[in-house]
């Protein structure tokens, strides 16, 4: 039997309805806070995906699902939203439309990283993108809308962490000083962070490795480097989620695993997954959009970890999954032809019906209506509908009514309220 692939996962119907549930809150949550869908290609130019997450990180250097598409060149299934977003602000000219474009995405994207648990090959973002505004007003609404979700859906143990990541003014003297301190630890580097410290200095701050933690435990904060402008940005962000109540820690050391950013950076934690602890993350890419060919326009936007979060509400709540209200028990040719019609007018009027098309006993009807948990039975036997009565049964009452036969799909509906 073939199987599917070790890092790949099919979700199943039950599972679903938590999917749908966060689907929904979520999108009306996005559409009052101004933002509107957009959908986008899975498979773009793997250029896109260097230039804009960078060529030393982790995604590009070896997480790429890339291959040679003939004349196109080399192509890649996207790792992350945010870069064909920008693709796509940018090709449509979405900034000559309106001054601030709000956007967002639900689909899936595609990392080849160690599978466990919390971490896919293919797994799913829910991801959200402005353009056009600088304002610290708009990191903090970002920030206050996303912890709304969560909190919209009863997510417990995650916490907003958040950084400043400068800019370049200010960002190049951090990397020095930084830079510094990890010649000075050489020795007590693991391989990655040795190559990343010439080229990318950032992502040395981030490494689990105990030995690396150590040599960087006295590594100069990023704060005490910001430049006026960033300074207040940040000040700024800070402030407003006070005011609005949003809990968040300073985190000197959250770092994002792409490069894009400059200026705000956050992350959702949970203590609820074990290693794969980060169930969103975003920031502020005000230069992105011009590096990627379009005009100079700030942008922040944030993905969070679709699956990660329906694992986590999933270990503390079950929705009532979605079972037929009516089930129609039709004996013999007869009737099955007359309630063939009646379920399909149901369904059409809203009312989820179930019909076996078999021929069966009453009996095996009943258990089958049992199995679907519906909550009322529609019976109908050549007796029945010689004296134009169809029964109708409360499953749970267990209460039967005689329901006539003309006019019956209105007659139902009304019943059952
Ligand atoms: P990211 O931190 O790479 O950011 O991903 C966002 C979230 O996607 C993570 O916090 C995590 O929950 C989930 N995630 C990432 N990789 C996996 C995986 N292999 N399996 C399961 N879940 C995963 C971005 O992608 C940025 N584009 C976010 C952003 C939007 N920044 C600005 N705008």
Redesign the pocket.
Known sequence: MIQLIK?FKDILPDEIVLWQYIEDTARALFEDFGFREIRLPIVEKSELFSKS?GDTTD?VEK?MYTFEDGKRGNVTLR?????S?VRSYIQHKMYAEEPVRKLYTIGP?F?R?R?QK????Q???I???VFGTASPYMDAQIIFMLVSLFNKLAVQNVSAHINSLGCPVCRPDFQKALFSLLESQKDHLCENCLRRSEKNPLRTLDCKVPSCRNALKDAPSILDFLCGDCQSHFNTVKDLLTRQNIPFDIDKNLV???D??TRTAF??LTTSLGA?N????????DGLVEALGGPSQP???????????AEIMAQNRTLPPKNPKIYIAALGDTCRNLAWGWASDLCLDGVQTEMDFEERSLKSHMKRADKFHADFVLILGDNERENGHALFRNMESKEQISVPLDDLVPQLIKIIG
């Open positions: 890092g997450i995604i997480e790792p992350e939203a945010t870069a977003v994207m990392r990283e599978p919390g971490r896919y090959r797994f799913y973002q991801d959200a993108e994002r695993g792409l894009y950013y992350e959702i794969q980060a169930v969103a993350g975003g920031g502020r890419y942008a922040i936007g944030f993905a969070i970890g679709f699956d990660r979060l």
